[in-house]
């Protein structure tokens, strides 16, 4: 795995500052600990309906271009939701996010 936006989300995973899934990523967001909620490209449109709902615009959403199992291999969580649950974290992923989007 030589992609350093998934890299990162695997540390991200292992610090504890992730919170995936759609429970887990709710109550993050409820409870304004999420600072960014990452949607993969096979998330469902009622799960981003939801979530864009939720962050009522004060949370980054970002739509991914990876897939659930991707997310799997990176992180070892199936998900099609999460949330990152630390500034600098969020900023990185946010950064490198916008790099390759830039780069496609």
Do not use: C, W
């Amino acid at each position: 795995m030589s992609d350093a936006f998934l890299n990162l989300l695997g540390l991200a995973r292992r610090a504890s500052r992730l919170s995936p899934g759609h429970d887990a990523a709710l109550a993050a967001v409820l409870r304004r600990r999420a600072r960014l909620i990452l949607l993969t490209s096979d998330a469902s449109e009622r799960l981003v309906r939801e979530f864009v709902r939720a962050g009522e615009e004060r949370i980054t959403i970002l739509k991914l271009r990876y897939t659930m199992d991707e997310i799997y291999h990176a992180a070892g969580v199936r998900a099609a939701v999460l949330t990152i649950d630390d500034e600098g974290f969020a900023r990185k992923l946010q950064e490198l996010n916008n790099r390759e989007e830039t780069s496609l």
